[in-house]
């Protein structure tokens, strides 16, 4: 069973950075295509970054300079660094994982529907 569990989350001033981390475990995470999603309240949820197996990254335009995703296939383990935070950002953030063969065959590598393995989330909070 795929587990996925987030920490890092926290309240920051605008312009601040956060470094959000997943753990993962029960399946070959290395064979894996994983991301970080969010959802604000009221809204529906989005895809902020994701990485395939072979480090190939993808992120939403919104966050696209400022946000890094990445991958360490020895630890079992996903990361968003966040700089130059914004209120905007406000969201809780989700990891998820997909077998990269489904991904490929999905139209968007940021939807949220490609993914099938979640974990339970960590708020990220940026004040103005």
């Known amino acids: 069973q795929v587990q996925l569990v987030e920490s890092g989350g926290d309240s920051v001033m605008a312009g601040g950075s956060l470094r959000l981390s997943c753990a993962a475990s029960?399946?070959?995470?290395?064979?894996?295509?994983v991301g970080w999603f969010r959802q604000a309240p009221g809204k529906e949820r989005e895809g902020v970054a994701t990485?395939?197996?072979?480090?190939?990254?993808t992120y939403a335009d919104s966050v696209k300079g400022r946000f890094t995703i990445s991958r360490d296939n020895a630890k079992n383990s996903l990361f968003l660094q966040m700089n130059r935070l914004k209120p905007e950002d406000t969201a809780m953030y989700y990891c998820?994982?997909?077998?990269?063969?489904?991904?490929?065959?999905?139209?968007?590598?940021?939807?949220?529907?490609?993914?099938?393995?979640w974990g339970q989330g960590t708020q990220v909070t940026v004040s103005s």
């Open positions: 029960g399946y070959t995470y290395s064979t894996y295509c």
């Open positions: 998820a994982a997909a077998f990269c063969a489904t991904v490929a065959q999905s139209n968007s590598l940021l939807s949220p529907s490609t993914y099938d393995n």
């Open positions: 990485i395939d197996s072979l480090g190939t990254t």
